[in-house]
């Protein structure tokens, strides 16, 4: 067993990518898997495998990977719920600024680049600050106008 592979593989667990984490608790698994070894033996008397209470702990290690595993599923849930919310804001600044170009056109109001920001718009994607700013500029000008 190449134990100082098996330990940089380890170290790779510790990634903020998940993809990379779990890959390489995987090739771990499979570096042991090959050897016909278990972690028990790998970590062999290890105070992290020994229990006073219990004796041997067989158990703690499936316990942390569980745990490990909650952890990245608890973060992705995370990531995708704050995803689920910028799209919403994105979606709703969208709106927002299609509402102020359109009211510009009806009275009058519309530009070149207002028609290129729309159709932007209308495409899904985000205008940039300035954009936004320049049709926020023209519609406080003439949008509000009676």
């Known amino acids: ?24 608790m995987r090739m771990a698994n499979g570096m042991l898997k090959k050897e016909n070894m278990t972690w028990q033996q790998i970590l ?14 067989r158990d703690d290690v499936g316990d942390a990977i569980n745990w490990w595993v909650k952890q990245q599923m608890d973060n992705m849930n995370d990531m995708v ?30 530009t070149n680049k207002m028609d290129e920001i729309a159709n932007k718009l209308n495409q899904g994607q985000m205008p940039t600050a300035t954009e936004i700013q320049y049709v926020q500029a023209i519609y406080d000008v003439i949008g509000r106008q009676p």
């Open 1 to 24: 067993m190449d134990k100082s592979r098996l330990a940089k593989l380890l170290s790779l667990t510790q990634s903020d990518n998940d993809s990379e984490a779990l890959s390489a």
């Open 44 to 57: 062999g008397d290890s105070p992290l495998i020994q229990s006073k209470q219990r004796g041997p702990v």
């Open 81 to 110: 719920r704050k995803a689920a919310q910028q799209q919403a804001q994105q979606q709703k600044t969208r709106l927002i600024v299609l509402q102020m170009i359109n009211v510009c056109k009806i009275k009058g109001g519309g």
